[in-house]
T-cell receptor, first 110, second 116 residues
Framework: EDQVTQSPEALRLQEGESSSLNCSYT??????LFWYRQDPGKGPEFLFT???AGEEKEKERLKATLTKKESFLHITAPKPEDSATYLC???????????FGRGTSLIVHP | DSGVTQTPKHLITATGQRVTLRCSPRSGDLSVYWYQQSLDQGLQFLIQYYNGEERAKGNILERFSAQQFPDLHSELNLSSLELGDSALYFC???????????????FGPGTRLTVL
């Protein structure tokens, strides 16, 4: 069974204080790993898809990386508007459905 | 804006009632997915349709059903509602093919269901 564990559950940062969120996964053959950002009461917003170990993708202050066992979402010099819950999901080869983690709730204080 | 639309935004109803949630996928997407999100359960996959046919089923209760119409919009029907069905219901869509990048799901804004 595919499993996704995200850590920490919650993270508080000061504005400008860089950090990383972790997504550890177990999957029988990775088809894709997805990162989403979710604001309270809203739908998850797509950020990145990673397909193979060593792959990296960047968007503004966010950078996602992938190894064979985990993915990191690095946040460089965060701003208060980066506050949200970040969700990670993995999809196995042959499966149509991603398995989501419980998310990391990020709060960035000004 | 993801391009996925959901109606209504909010729904308040009583136990035992039946409701219908509606979703329109992004232009060009053939797959529609339904998820339930509650505080204690996280994001739970319910069901997927691809081009009108059911493709995958998750932990969907027998009281819940869905369909995808020829114009690709989808409806999720929830019946005999219970207090525990109160949650956010999200629809997502993807191209749904086999190529790279076709699995990425784009989520709608959700319908908040409150059962009193």
């Amino acid at each position: 069974e595919d499993q996704v564990t995200q850590s920490p559950e919650a993270l508080r940062l000061q504005e400008g204080e860089s950090s990383s969120l972790n997504c550890s996964y177990t999957v029988s053959g990775l088809r894709g790993l997805f990162w989403y950002r979710q604001d309270p009461g809203k739908g998850p917003e797509f950020l990145f898809t990673l397909y193979s170990a060593g792959e990296e993708k960047e968007k503004e202050r966010l950078k996602a990386t992938l190894t064979k066992k985990e993915s990191f979402l690095h946040i460089t010099a965060p701003k208060p508007e980066d506050s949200a819950t970040y969700l990670c999901a993995v999809q196995a080869r042959g499966s149509y459905i991603p398995t989501f983690g419980r998310g990391t709730s990020l709060i960035v204080h000004p | 804006d993801s391009g996925v639309t959901q109606t209504p935004k909010h729904l308040i109803t009583a136990t035992g009632q039946r409701v219908t949630l509606r979703c329109s996928p992004r232009s060009g997407d053939l797959s529609v997915y339904w998820y339930q999100q509650s505080l204690d359960q996280g994001l739970q996959f319910l069901i997927q349709y691809y081009n009108g046919e059911e493709r995958a089923k998750g932990n969907i209760l027998e009281r819940f059903s869905a369909q995808q119409f020829p114009d690709l919009h989808s409806e999720l029907n929830l019946s005999s509602l219970e207090l525990g069905d109160s949650a956010l219901y999200f629809c997502a869509s993807s191209v749904g093919g086999l190529g790279v990048g076709t699995d990425t799901q784009y989520f709608g804004p959700g319908t908040r269901l409150t059962v009193l």
